[in-house]
């Protein structure tokens, strides 16, 4: 292999979590060692793993998911996966969330500059070979031609069988089903007073407290019933006609109808 780290470049609300998984779990079964084993809950502890290990000289493969932007000069070696959402849905879902009920419509204006402005950077910044592109849309309606991309991208051979059994892992019942179990189990050590780990909890403030599960990253929260095009439902018209004048650009050439 011809690259050493693989860096999930996650906008908010936009698959990121899921692609990380998937790909960890195809290294998993192709037998590939890769860190981090638990994974950290930021983007600082995440970027420790990806530097250190591109100054080792050893046979691990780091695959990390962070938010913040990566300059070029820091990814020698590196394969970056950035999924493509609506932003318009992507910041409703954010909203849901994160439970902000005082969110302006100048945030959601800026939460969709700063979504686009963040795919420039990657398409700015990084060659083809090293980039690739997965529409979030894939996920749910067509997760095998994600498998199919990822082959290509990263220079594997995946067994079907090992797909099928990564796309029924990572399913939305599965993964629902994974976090409420990590809830009851957590719940049941509140209720005896139980210690409770730094890791297995994400506080943001009293109304927003969640179950993080430090084997995937998966949370209280990820998985919604949220389907995309509702964001026709939440902008009023006159919002609707605000952004959708001002991104239209951007809105048309990447296949988002207005």
Excluded: C
């Excluded at 996966?81 to 969330?97: E, T």
């Excluded at 990084?126 to 894939?138: A, G, R, V």
């Excluded at 050590?189 to 179950?211: A, E, H, S, V």
């Amino acid at each position: 292999m011809n690259y050493k780290s693989i860096i999930v470049g996650s906008a908010p609300r936009t698959g990121g979590m899921w692609i990380y998984n998937v790909v960890r779990e195809i290294f998993v079964n192709l037998e590939k060692k890769i860190i981090p084993l638990h994974i950290p809950q930021d983007d600082d502890q995440m970027l420790d793993y990806h530097f250190r290990n591109l100054k080792n000289q050893n046979d691990f493969i780091s695959i990390i998911k962070i938010h913040k932007l990566i300059k070029k000069e820091y990814t020698n070696k590196t394969k970056i996966l950035i999924n493509i959402r609506d932003p318009r849905d992507a910041v409703i879902s954010y909203k849901r969330f994160m439970k902000l009920k005082n969110y302006s419509f100048q945030q959601s204006i800026n939460f969709i500059k700063n979504s686009i402005n963040r795919i420039w950077h990657y398409r700015e910044n990084f060659e083809k070979e090293n980039l690739l592109e997965i529409n979030f849309k894939d996920i749910g309606n067509n997760p095998r031609k994600i498998f199919f991309q990822l082959e290509k991208f990263l220079n594997l051979e995946i067994n079907k069988k090992i797909v099928d059994q990564i796309i029924k892992k990572f399913s939305k019942e599965k993964v629902s089903e994974m976090i409420k179990k990590k809830e009851i189990f957590i719940k049941k050590k509140i209720k005896k007073k139980q210690k409770i780990y730094k890791q297995n909890l994400l506080t943001f403030d009293k109304n927003n407290i969640r179950i993080f599960d430090e084997k995937t990253g998966f949370q209280t929260g990820h998985i919604s019933n949220y389907k995309d095009g509702e964001w026709k439902q939440h902008f009023s018209n006159n919002e609707i006609s605000i952004i959708n004048d001002r991104f239209k650009k951007w809105f048309l050439s990447n296949n988002f109808s207005l």
